[in-house]
């Protein structure tokens, strides 16, 4: 779930990023963020890593469940289908009433550790669906002023920054959990408003009877570290497969 040293290495790029470049003055200084985005970027994700402070929020919206391999983290489930999000509409904004995961408001900036000299770089895919160039439209955000950093592009950075923090603690809590092997391989069926049988798999669950055989010491500790919230959540997530079914379209 860690956007690690190598984002720029096509073959470990992160989910939604292809050609990220640094973000400098010299090549960006025109550039403006728009401040009404749309998320057609994220129209073909059925899956969004989550932060583990955002499960608490996200519970209430999506399936939460972790994912097939050893360091896949927790994902919100935007979908029942590859290439489907339930969320986001026709025009592009997310649905009503529903909070957007982080990672999908973080985009398009991502903050990425250089191997060579271990420096924090910030780093953008340059999509024109969210960047302008030029004078842009009132409120959009300017990343430089005379050739100086902005406090919107400062802020920016701040949030990528936090971002990462929170994605350091979210793996080490998912690394708790799997090796105290406490996934188990789980499958959703749902039917859709148009009788349609639709099964999902490849994603895991925390088994809830490994979870309650926790030894008192390791359930204090998890306490300490704010774990058992995060596994209450999980599990109270599991609850919203209907959130999505409902988000169907009626002729599926």
Known sequence: MTDVANAADAQQMPLLYNNPVAVSAQRHGDVKVKRNRTFKYASKIHAVPVLAEEMPQLQNHYPLVFGPGPSAGVMALTGLRAGENLFVREDGSWALNSQIPAYIGRYPFILVEMPEDKRLVLIMEEDEEILVKGAGAEGDMALFADGKGTKEGEEILNYCVAFNQSARQT????????????????????????????????FRIIDETKFNALPDETFLEWRKRNWIGLVYAHFVSLGRWQNLIDRLPKAA
Do not use: I, N
């Open 171 to 202: 793996q080490a809590f998912c690394e708790e959990v799997e090796k105290l092997d406490l996934l188990v391989e789980q499958r959703a069926e749902v039917v859709t408003p148009d009788g349609k049988q639709l099964s999902l798999s490849g």
